[in-house]
């Protein structure tokens, strides 16, 4: 249908009580595969990458392949740059053309955070983009231990929705990203406060690995954005090992050896978009 902003997504989910699915991408098969997702459950989608890929020198050539896969597409698809990691970066990301971009402060002290995420969203705004913040961060699994998880609170979430203007805010609610070593302890009362708190849609980062009853009850609190990176890529990945496997050495031009892949890829997207909606 389109190419929108996560603002013609995210506040209608978040009213009706449902997520939209934000699915980190890294090359052409893994892109195609969330637009098939997203056409074949006739749902809207927000496609997206990894900050560290705006270092590459030719992310926009990416950033023109989003585009276009999100024009063509039959449904509503956002282009989102996934953890900023600086102002420089969100500009960069709107110059290359995406509809959406987040800009990651949560590791700085509170009011630095605040104050960047402003400087970014009267940017991005100026450009006719939305744009993520995020407080509480939300750590990897790889590097958290035996640490706790730092948590959100409903009035800092607030103030920060209310001064920095943001269009969607992700907060910490016991996530992380990555796979789990253990079971995680995800805080679903603490998810409904900061809903009664904030009006902007909220967002769930470290989608992969939580337990399905929780992501539920988690969007029925107000998180209309859930992202997921791991588990859609390992799928992705797992079957490009097998079909390898099966060649045993054997020589098969490249893009037939990713139909598969894709398949399988598209087939874990839409179990997800099916438990978001």
Do not use: W
Not at 146 to 151: E, K, R, S, T
């Amino acid at each position: 249908m389109a190419l929108v902003t996560l603002n013609e997504l995210l506040p209608v989910a978040r009213e009706q009580g449902r997520a939209v699915g934000a699915f980190n991408i890294a090359n052409y098969e893994t892109a195609k595969a969330v637009i098939m997702a997203a056409e074949a459950e006739d749902s809207p989608v927000i496609i997206q990458i990894y900050q560290r890929l705006m270092d590459d020198p030719h992310i926009a050539a990416l950033g023109v392949m989003m585009r276009k896969f999100a024009e063509d597409a039959s449904v509503d698809v956002a282009v989102h740059l996934d953890h900023g990691a600086s102002y420089e970066q969100v500009v960069k990301a709107i110059d290359c053309g995406f509809s959406s971009v987040m800009y990651d402060g949560s590791q700085l002290p509170f009011e630095e955070n605040l104050a960047q995420t402003k400087k970014a969203a009267e940017y991005a705004h100026q450009h006719g983009v939305s744009i993520e913040g995020e407080i509480g961060h939300v750590p990897l699994n790889s590097t958290l231990g035996d640490a706790m998880i730092p948590l959100s609170t409903p009035e800092e979430a607030a103030r920060f929705a209310n001064e920095t203007g943001v269009d969607a805010l992700a907060v910490s609610i016991g996530t992380a990203h990555g796979y789990y070593s253990k079971t995680p302890v995800i805080d679903v009362a603490l998810a409904g406060k900061i809903k009664a708190a904030v009006s902007v849609p909220l967002v769930l980062h470290g989608g992969s690995g939580t337990p399905h009853d929780t992501v539920k009850a988690v969007i029925k609190n107000g998180f209309a954005k859930v992202n997921v990176a791991t588990e859609f890529q390992h799928a992705f990945e797992t079957s490009v090992y097998e079909e390898m496997g099966k060649l045993n050495g054997k020589f098969v031009p490249l893009d037939k050896l990713m139909i598969v892949p894709t398949e399988v890829a598209v087939k874990h997207l839409c179990q997800l978009i099916k438990l978001f909606s």
